[in-house]
Protein backbone atom coordinates (compact mmCIF):
# COMPACT_ATOMS: atom_id res chain seq x y z
CA UNK A 1 0.00 0.00 0.00
CA UNK A 2 1.30 2.99 -1.05
CA UNK A 3 1.62 6.49 1.03
CA UNK A 4 0.55 8.91 -0.63
CA UNK A 5 0.90 12.59 1.83
CA UNK A 6 4.32 12.41 2.21
CA UNK A 7 4.25 16.29 1.63
CA UNK A 8 3.39 16.17 4.89
CA UNK A 9 6.52 15.33 6.59
CA UNK A 10 8.11 18.68 5.71
CA UNK A 11 5.89 20.01 7.12
CA UNK A 12 5.36 18.52 10.57
CA UNK A 13 9.24 18.91 10.32
CA UNK A 14 8.90 22.90 10.59
CA UNK A 15 6.38 22.68 12.92
CA UNK A 16 7.64 20.79 15.30
CA UNK A 17 10.97 22.10 14.61
CA UNK A 18 8.81 25.93 15.53
CA UNK A 19 6.93 24.65 18.64
CA UNK A 20 10.03 23.47 20.17
CA UNK A 21 11.33 26.15 20.12
CA UNK A 22 8.39 28.00 21.26
CA UNK A 23 7.33 25.37 24.03
CA UNK A 24 11.38 25.52 25.42
CA UNK A 25 11.66 29.38 25.65
CA UNK A 26 8.20 29.81 27.10
CA UNK A 27 9.40 26.95 30.40
CA UNK A 28 12.85 28.97 30.43
CA UNK A 29 11.32 32.16 30.43
CA UNK A 30 8.52 31.01 33.57
CA UNK A 31 10.86 29.39 35.60
CA UNK A 32 13.30 32.60 35.48
CA UNK A 33 16.16 30.69 33.64
CA UNK A 34 16.80 33.11 30.77
CA UNK A 35 16.43 36.56 30.31
CA UNK A 36 12.85 37.43 28.62
CA UNK A 37 13.98 39.08 25.61
CA UNK A 38 16.04 37.24 22.81
CA UNK A 39 18.02 34.81 24.46
CA UNK A 40 20.50 32.46 22.49
CA UNK A 41 18.85 29.19 21.27
CA UNK A 42 21.32 27.08 23.23
CA UNK A 43 20.56 29.13 26.62
CA UNK A 44 17.07 28.29 26.36
CA UNK A 45 17.41 24.74 26.54
CA UNK A 46 20.42 24.74 29.35
CA UNK A 47 18.49 23.73 32.37
CA UNK A 48 15.83 21.50 33.36
CA UNK A 49 13.05 20.60 32.95
CA UNK A 50 13.18 22.98 29.36
CA UNK A 51 16.16 21.38 28.55
CA UNK A 52 14.49 17.55 28.64
CA UNK A 53 11.95 18.43 26.66
CA UNK A 54 14.16 20.43 23.94
CA UNK A 55 16.17 17.71 23.64
CA UNK A 56 13.56 14.84 23.23
CA UNK A 57 11.55 16.81 20.63
CA UNK A 58 14.66 17.96 18.42
CA UNK A 59 15.73 14.27 18.06
CA UNK A 60 12.10 13.72 16.28
CA UNK A 61 13.21 17.00 14.57
CA UNK A 62 16.23 15.85 13.59
CA UNK A 63 14.52 12.11 12.20
CA UNK A 64 12.00 14.20 9.97
CA UNK A 65 14.71 16.67 8.84
CA UNK A 66 16.93 13.54 7.97
CA UNK A 67 13.57 12.19 6.30
CA UNK A 68 13.27 15.40 4.18
CA UNK A 69 16.77 15.54 3.13
CA UNK A 70 16.86 11.51 1.78
CA UNK A 71 13.69 11.97 -0.06
CA UNK A 72 14.91 15.15 -1.83
CA UNK A 73 17.91 12.64 -2.71
CA UNK A 74 15.17 9.78 -4.05
CA UNK A 75 13.23 12.54 -5.61
CA UNK A 76 15.90 14.08 -7.61
CA UNK A 77 16.78 10.39 -8.65
CA UNK A 78 13.37 9.45 -9.36
CA UNK A 79 13.24 13.13 -12.09
CA UNK A 80 16.67 13.13 -13.33
CA UNK A 81 17.56 8.93 -13.86
CA UNK A 82 13.93 7.09 -14.35
CA UNK A 83 12.01 10.57 -16.17
CA UNK A 84 14.71 11.53 -18.47
CA UNK A 85 17.25 9.51 -18.27
CA UNK A 86 20.09 11.77 -17.61
CA UNK A 87 23.69 10.95 -17.76
CA UNK A 88 26.72 13.02 -15.97
CA UNK A 89 27.92 12.74 -11.95
CA UNK A 90 24.61 14.42 -11.05
CA UNK A 91 24.00 10.86 -8.89
CA UNK A 92 27.06 11.35 -6.93
CA UNK A 93 26.36 15.33 -6.47
CA UNK A 94 23.17 14.74 -4.70
CA UNK A 95 24.55 11.58 -2.86
CA UNK A 96 27.50 14.34 -1.37
CA UNK A 97 24.27 16.34 -0.57
CA UNK A 98 22.30 14.17 0.82
CA UNK A 99 25.38 13.11 3.38
CA UNK A 100 26.16 16.59 4.28
CA UNK A 101 22.35 17.21 5.00
CA UNK A 102 22.49 13.97 7.17
CA UNK A 103 25.39 15.88 9.61
CA UNK A 104 23.01 19.00 9.70
CA UNK A 105 20.25 16.92 11.02
CA UNK A 106 22.91 14.92 13.05
CA UNK A 107 24.08 17.66 14.61
CA UNK A 108 20.49 19.17 15.59
CA UNK A 109 20.69 16.05 17.78
CA UNK A 110 24.12 16.58 19.06
CA UNK A 111 23.58 20.31 20.17
CA UNK A 112 20.05 18.92 21.74
CA UNK A 113 21.48 16.52 23.90
CA UNK A 114 24.80 17.88 24.99
CA UNK A 115 23.37 21.03 26.71
CA UNK A 116 26.02 24.23 27.00
CA UNK A 117 26.27 23.84 30.85
CA UNK A 118 26.76 20.11 30.92
CA UNK A 119 28.82 19.35 28.02
CA UNK A 120 29.85 22.19 26.51
CA UNK A 121 32.50 21.30 23.56
CA UNK A 122 30.01 18.49 22.40
CA UNK A 123 27.43 21.45 22.54
CA UNK A 124 29.00 23.63 20.11
CA UNK A 125 30.45 21.24 17.82
CA UNK A 126 26.67 20.12 17.48
CA UNK A 127 26.05 23.44 16.72
CA UNK A 128 28.80 23.97 13.78
CA UNK A 129 27.61 20.89 12.81
CA UNK A 130 23.67 21.91 12.42
CA UNK A 131 24.78 25.18 10.97
CA UNK A 132 28.18 24.66 8.95
CA UNK A 133 26.75 21.80 6.73
CA UNK A 134 23.45 22.97 7.10
CA UNK A 135 24.64 26.43 4.92
CA UNK A 136 26.73 23.82 2.96
CA UNK A 137 23.62 22.13 2.04
CA UNK A 138 21.99 24.70 1.41
CA UNK A 139 24.16 26.06 -1.48
CA UNK A 140 24.42 22.83 -2.69
CA UNK A 141 21.07 22.34 -3.22
CA UNK A 142 20.63 25.67 -4.94
CA UNK A 143 23.64 25.60 -7.37
CA UNK A 144 22.30 21.96 -8.24
CA UNK A 145 18.53 22.74 -9.15
CA UNK A 146 20.15 25.82 -11.25
CA UNK A 147 22.22 23.96 -13.06
CA UNK A 148 20.44 21.00 -13.66
CA UNK A 149 18.04 20.89 -16.75
CA UNK A 150 15.36 20.32 -17.08
CA UNK A 151 14.84 22.04 -13.55
CA UNK A 152 12.77 20.26 -11.20
CA UNK A 153 10.86 23.24 -9.77
CA UNK A 154 9.37 26.36 -10.87
CA UNK A 155 11.49 29.36 -11.50
CA UNK A 156 10.24 31.25 -8.37
CA UNK A 157 10.84 28.54 -5.85
CA UNK A 158 13.95 27.85 -6.90
CA UNK A 159 14.96 31.67 -6.82
CA UNK A 160 13.13 31.70 -3.54
CA UNK A 161 14.70 29.17 -1.80
CA UNK A 162 18.49 31.12 -3.09
CA UNK A 163 17.32 33.78 -1.29
CA UNK A 164 16.49 32.31 1.86
CA UNK A 165 19.74 30.57 1.68
CA UNK A 166 21.63 33.69 0.50
CA UNK A 167 19.71 35.65 4.08
CA UNK A 168 20.88 32.75 6.55
CA UNK A 169 24.02 32.80 5.16
CA UNK A 170 24.06 36.31 6.15
CA UNK A 171 22.49 35.77 9.21
CA UNK A 172 25.69 32.93 10.30
CA UNK A 173 28.34 35.19 10.19
CA UNK A 174 26.83 37.99 11.45
CA UNK A 175 25.47 35.51 14.40
CA UNK A 176 28.83 34.78 14.76
CA UNK A 177 31.32 37.69 14.22
CA UNK A 178 29.12 40.15 16.52
CA UNK A 179 28.92 37.12 19.54
CA UNK A 180 32.88 37.57 19.11
CA UNK A 181 32.63 41.17 19.56
CA UNK A 182 30.16 40.62 22.53
CA UNK A 183 32.91 38.23 24.08
CA UNK A 184 35.41 40.54 23.71
CA UNK A 185 33.80 43.34 25.62
CA UNK A 186 32.66 41.21 28.18
CA UNK A 187 35.89 39.93 28.72
CA UNK A 188 37.27 43.16 29.28
CA UNK A 189 34.88 43.67 32.00
CA UNK A 190 35.35 40.22 33.47
CA UNK A 191 32.19 38.96 32.51
CA UNK A 192 31.23 35.48 31.16
CA UNK A 193 29.67 35.94 27.51
CA UNK A 194 28.33 32.67 25.45
CA UNK A 195 31.54 31.75 23.89
CA UNK A 196 33.57 31.24 27.16
CA UNK A 197 30.84 29.89 29.31
CA UNK A 198 26.99 30.30 30.37
CA UNK A 199 27.18 28.35 32.92
CA UNK A 200 26.78 31.12 35.92
CA UNK A 201 25.15 34.03 33.49
CA UNK A 202 22.02 33.16 31.25
CA UNK A 203 20.59 36.22 31.98
CA UNK A 204 21.79 39.67 30.33
CA UNK A 205 20.44 43.10 30.67
CA UNK A 206 21.17 46.44 28.55
CA UNK A 207 24.07 47.60 31.30
CA UNK A 208 25.90 44.29 30.25
CA UNK A 209 29.08 45.06 28.15
CA UNK A 210 28.23 43.89 25.08
CA UNK A 211 25.15 43.48 25.44
CA UNK A 212 24.34 45.63 21.85
CA UNK A 213 26.47 42.93 20.23
CA UNK A 214 24.85 40.08 21.78
CA UNK A 215 21.76 41.24 20.60
CA UNK A 216 22.55 41.34 16.78
CA UNK A 217 23.97 37.90 17.61
CA UNK A 218 20.95 36.48 18.56
CA UNK A 219 18.65 37.86 16.68
CA UNK A 220 20.97 36.62 13.27
CA UNK A 221 20.65 32.99 15.26
CA UNK A 222 17.03 33.19 15.52
CA UNK A 223 16.79 34.35 11.33
CA UNK A 224 18.87 31.49 10.54
CA UNK A 225 17.15 28.72 11.98
CA UNK A 226 13.93 30.05 10.30
CA UNK A 227 15.74 30.27 7.02
CA UNK A 228 16.56 26.53 7.61
CA UNK A 229 12.93 25.56 8.30
CA UNK A 230 11.71 27.55 5.47
CA UNK A 231 13.95 25.58 3.11
CA UNK A 232 12.96 21.98 4.90
CA UNK A 233 8.93 23.40 4.50
CA UNK A 234 9.33 24.00 0.91
CA UNK A 235 10.25 20.67 -0.09
CA UNK A 236 6.52 19.80 0.78
CA UNK A 237 5.23 21.79 -2.90
CA UNK A 238 7.54 18.94 -4.46
CA UNK A 239 6.26 16.58 -3.11
CA UNK A 240 2.83 16.72 -3.53
CA UNK A 241 2.11 13.91 -6.26
CA UNK A 242 4.63 11.78 -4.87
CA UNK A 243 3.73 8.07 -2.99
CA UNK A 244 5.91 6.28 -1.12
CA UNK A 245 6.14 2.38 -1.49
CA UNK A 246 6.49 0.51 1.79
CA UNK A 247 9.43 -1.74 2.07
CA UNK A 248 9.59 -5.14 1.90
CA UNK A 249 11.48 -7.79 4.00
CA UNK A 250 12.65 -10.56 1.66
CA UNK A 251 13.93 -13.58 4.06
CA UNK A 252 15.76 -16.37 2.76
CA UNK A 253 13.19 -19.30 1.50
CA UNK A 254 9.98 -17.03 1.46
CA UNK A 255 8.16 -17.12 -1.93
CA UNK A 256 9.33 -13.83 -2.55
CA UNK A 257 12.82 -14.63 -2.56
CA UNK A 258 12.29 -17.85 -4.63
CA UNK A 259 10.44 -15.65 -7.34
CA UNK A 260 13.12 -13.29 -7.54
CA UNK A 261 15.77 -15.83 -7.84
CA UNK A 262 14.15 -17.65 -10.58
CA UNK A 263 13.78 -14.54 -12.49
CA UNK A 264 17.25 -13.19 -12.12
CA UNK A 265 18.29 -16.75 -13.20
CA UNK A 266 15.90 -17.05 -16.67
CA UNK A 267 17.51 -14.82 -19.36
CA UNK A 268 15.60 -12.54 -20.71
CA UNK A 269 14.86 -13.46 -24.80
CA UNK A 270 13.59 -11.47 -27.60
CA UNK A 271 10.26 -13.10 -28.47
CA UNK A 272 9.95 -11.72 -31.92
CA UNK A 273 14.07 -12.43 -33.19
CA UNK A 274 14.25 -15.13 -36.06
CA UNK A 275 17.64 -14.64 -36.28
CA UNK A 276 19.28 -15.09 -32.96
CA UNK A 277 20.40 -18.32 -31.99
CA UNK A 278 19.35 -19.86 -27.93
CA UNK A 279 20.72 -22.00 -25.36
CA UNK A 280 18.39 -24.47 -24.00
CA UNK A 281 18.49 -25.88 -20.28
CA UNK A 282 20.69 -28.58 -21.69
CA UNK A 283 23.20 -26.33 -23.20
CA UNK A 284 22.77 -26.88 -26.53
CA UNK A 285 22.48 -23.94 -29.15
CA UNK A 286 18.95 -23.39 -31.08
CA UNK A 287 18.81 -21.08 -34.29
CA UNK A 288 14.72 -21.42 -34.01
CA UNK A 289 12.82 -20.44 -37.00
CA UNK A 290 9.90 -19.04 -35.27
CA UNK A 291 9.76 -17.25 -31.99
CA UNK A 292 7.07 -18.79 -31.01
CA UNK A 293 8.71 -22.10 -29.71
CA UNK A 294 11.42 -19.70 -28.08
CA UNK A 295 8.80 -18.33 -25.59
CA UNK A 296 7.33 -22.13 -24.91
CA UNK A 297 10.70 -23.55 -24.35
CA UNK A 298 11.61 -20.56 -21.68
CA UNK A 299 8.37 -20.97 -19.59
CA UNK A 300 9.08 -24.93 -19.65
CA UNK A 301 12.23 -24.03 -17.95
Known sequence: MAVSRVWL??????????????????????????????????????????????????????????????????????????????????????VTLMQIGFLSAAGMSIAANFQEINFKQMHFIGIFFMFFFGIAYLWGQAIFSYRMKPQMQSPVMLYTRAAVTVLATIFFFISMSTDYVGHIFSRGSHEKSKIISTTEKLHFSSSDSGYGARIVSTISEWLMALCFSVVILSFASELRFAELKPLKLVLPGSRLARERSEAEATPAVDIFARDRSYTDASGNVIFPSEPLPILANQLVH
Not at 26 to 51: G, K, M
Not at 72 to 94: D, L
Request: charged share 10%; aromatic share 12%; hydrophobic share 50%.
Open 9 to 94: VPVAAFVLITSTVVITYAIAVLNDHVSAFLPYISDIAARAPESCIFGQLLNMSALLVGLCIYWRHRQIVGFYGSIHKSVGRWRTVS
